[in-house]
C-alpha cells in the first residue's frame, strides 16, 4: 500500500475523509485501488477525468512506467484523443460497439489525410507575407505574433522550411497542431475529410 501510496503521489492526502476529495483526487484513489493487487491487466475508463494539468501527466507517466517495467497492459477507454497518443502505443477505434480501425498508433497516423496544419516560429518575420503569398493559397495560412500557422502535406513542411531560410528568415521551430489521432477517428467513424 506504502509503494502505491508513494507511487501515485498521494502522501499529503491519504489520511483525509474520502468525501472531500476532489474528482481528481479520486481518480487517483480508484486507480490506487485498482494497482494494488499488481494486475496484469489494468482497464481504465477515462482516467484523467477531472485532472489537473499536473495530476495528467503525473497519471501518463506512471500508466507509461507500470506497461514498460512492470508489464501491465493498460487498456484506456477516453474520447481525449490527444492525451491518448500521449500515452499509448496502439489504438483501436469503435464505432457503436463495432471495431472499425486497430494498430500501432504510429501505423495509423501515417494513414490520416497527408494535408494538416504546421505552426512555424519564425524571427523577423517582415517578409513573410509576400514570400508566402506566391506560393500558397493565402486563406491557408494565419499569421501570428510569433510567425504563423499553414496547412500542408508533410513534404510540404520541408520545401517550405527550405524557402524560408534561403529568403533569409530564421525558422526557429515548427510544430504539428491538433490531433492525427482525432482526425483519423473523424475520417473513419464520420466519414469526414475524405
Not at 460497439?97 to 501505423?107: A, F, N, P, V
Not at 495509423?108 to 493559397?137: A, P, W
Not at 493565402?138 to 524560408?164: C, P, Q, R, T, W
Request: proline share 2%; aromatic share 6%.
Amino acid at each position: 500500500m506504502d509503494e502505491v501510496i508513494k507511487r501515485l503521489k498521494m502522501d499529503d492526502y491519504i489520511f483525509d475523509k474520502v468525501y472531500s476529495y476532489s474528482l481528481g483526487m479520486r481518480q487517483r484513489l480508484g486507480l490506487a485501488q485498482a494497482l494494488l493487487h499488481r494486475p496484469s491487466i489494468l482497464l481504465l475508463d477515462e482516467p484523467t477525468n477531472g485532472l489537473d494539468p499536473e495530476g495528467i501527466k503525473s497519471l501518463r507517466e506512471t500508466l507509461r512506467k507500470l506497461a514498460r517495467e512492470e508489464n501491465v497492459s493498460i487498456i484506456i477507454s477516453s474520447h481525449i484523443l490527444a492525451e491518448i497518443e500521449l500515452i499509448c502505443d496502439s489504438v483501436l477505434v469503435m464505432d457503436d460497439g463495432t471495431c472499425i480501425q486497430r494498430g500501432l498508433l504510429s501505423d495509423l497516423q501515417e494513414g490520416t489525410s497527408t494535408l494538416q496544419t504546421y505552426s512555424f516560429k519564425v524571427l523577423k518575420g517582415e517578409k513573410l507575407k509576400s514570400i508566402l503569398e506566391n506560393k500558397f493559397d493565402h486563406n491557408n495560412i494565419h499569421y501570428h505574433s510569433s510567425g504563423f500557422s499553414i496547412e500542408l502535406m508533410i513534404h510540404d513542411v520541408a520545401l517550405l522550411n527550405k524557402l524560408l531560410v534561403s529568403s533569409g528568415i530564421d525558422v526557429v521551430g515548427i510544430e504539428r497542431t491538433g490531433s492525427p489521432l482525432e482526425e483519423l477517428f473523424l475520417q473513419t467513424v464520420r466519414g469526414e475529410g475524405s
